[in-house]
């Protein structure tokens, strides 16, 4: 099992960037492919990005290919979300979430482990 807390999340207006991290518990982490989700008000949770475990791997939603980066630091439990050229449709809550098994899905019922969420707001 392990346990993920996110972090990093704030305001910032359209064009700026955010980083979030994500620390994990335990200490398998590497054996766990992570994703970011997000979900704005009102919409379902959707996929962000995708990093294998090993970190050699990595997929990413259209909506942010080019602007958004996930990377992770095994030795530190942590997974990463660089987040450039923010635009208001990237507001919501983003949650951090762990697969062991499924390497590269963007279907969040693949996910067994979440964080609790933290909030990205981007003003226009």
């Known amino acids: 099992q392990v346990r993920l807390v996110e972090s990093g999340g704030g305001l910032v207006q359209a064009g700026g960037s955010l980083r979030l991290s994500c620390a994990a518990s335990?200490?398998?982490?590497?054996?766990?492919?992570m994703a970011w989700f997000r979900q704005a008000p009102g919409k379902e949770r959707e996929f962000v990005a995708t990093?294998?475990?090993?970190?050699?791997?990595?997929f990413y939603a259209e909506s942010v290919k080019g602007r958004f980066t996930i990377s992770r630091d095994n030795a530190k439990n942590t997974v990463y979300l660089q987040m450039n050229s923010l635009k208001p449709e990237d507001t919501g809550l983003y949650y951090c979430?762990?697969?062991?098994?499924?390497?590269?899905?963007?279907?969040?019922?693949?996910?067994?482990?979440w964080g609790q969420g933290t909030q990205v707001t981007v003003s226009s």
């Open positions: 990093i294998a475990g090993s970190g050699g791997l990595a």
């Open positions: 335990g200490s398998t982490f590497r054996e766990y492919h």
């Open positions: 979430a762990a697969s062991r098994n499924r390497l590269g899905s963007r279907n969040r019922n693949d996910y067994a482990y």
